[in-house]
């Protein structure tokens, strides 16, 4: 079956840099969430997209912004790149036809070095 | 607020041996789901189970259990005869609106690192 699709995987950016990070849900799922894990932290959510419309923002700093696409891919660009943004940017679709059913299928993940 | 708290930061076991991970949670929805995520060295999020609110049963899945009381707020996982290929960092999340509505916004405890040693 197909999964959440995540690109690149891995990315070594230095400071004041940008970076954009991909996304590719599952088909027919209209729903994208941005999650950001930090080394030794738990997940944190960043934005949503429902229709690619934003629908939840959550602790996305400033200089992070992100859309959605017609073909609902997602895409996350960051910019002015800082050593703390060093993390594991994961992306989860799900499907929203009738709201949140609590199918939400995560991506492998994009690990982000930044130097 | 929401909120999901995992005591334990770490757990030590042998090989074998059977351990609980534990899981509180708070929130003032009705309807809710609970979600056990696994995390190995590789990185990436394994799911484990998914339940939702209206559903206490407990579940069973080879050698990983877990008991759902809502009555404590509790949802604790259990894996029995622990193998090495299980170490690893667990994370329990509960489905949110902090920020906004949508419940796909998962709020994650701080993880549990269990090591299972030979």
């Known amino acids: 079956a197909a999964g959440v699709i995540q690109s690149p995987r891995h990315l070594i950016k230095e400071k004041r840099e940008t970076a954009t990070l991909k996304c590719y849900p599952i088909p027919r799922h209209d729903t994208v969430y941005w999650y950001q894990q930090g080394p030794g932290q738990d997940p944190q959510f960043l934005i949503s997209?429902?229709?690619?419309?934003?629908?939840d923002k959550g602790s996305i700093p400033d200089r992070f912004s992100a859309q959605q696409f017609s073909d609902y891919h997602s895409e996350l660009n960051m910019s002015s790149l800082e050593l703390g943004d060093s993390a594991l940017y994961f992306c989860?679709?799900?499907?929203?036809?009738?709201?949140?059913?609590?199918?939400?299928?995560f991506g492998e993940g994009s690990r982000l070095t930044v130097l | 607020a929401q909120k999901v708290t995992q005591a334990q930061t770490e757990i030590s076991v042998v090989e074998k041996e059977d351990v609980t991970l534990d899981c509180v949670y708070e929130?003032?929805?009705?309807?809710?789901?609970l979600f056990w995520y696994k995390q190995p060295p590789s990185g990436e999020l394994v799911f484990l189970i998914r339940?939702?609110?209206?559903?206490?049963q407990n579940e069973i899945s080879g050698r990983y259990s877990w008991n759902f009381q809502k009555s404590t707020s509790s949802f604790n996982f259990t894996i029995t005869a622990s193998q090495v290929v299980d170490s690893a960092v667990y994370f329990c999340a509960l489905s949110g609106r902090n920020y906004g509505g949508s419940q796909g916004n998962l709020i994650f405890g701080k993880g549990t690192k269990l090591s299972v040693k030979p």
């Open positions: 339940r939702n609110s209206f559903d206490e």
């Open positions: 997209f429902y229709e690619k419309m934003q629908s």
């Open positions: 929130t003032r929805d009705t309807t809710y789901y």
């Open positions: 989860a679709s799900s499907p929203r036809t009738s709201g949140f059913t609590g199918e939400l299928f």
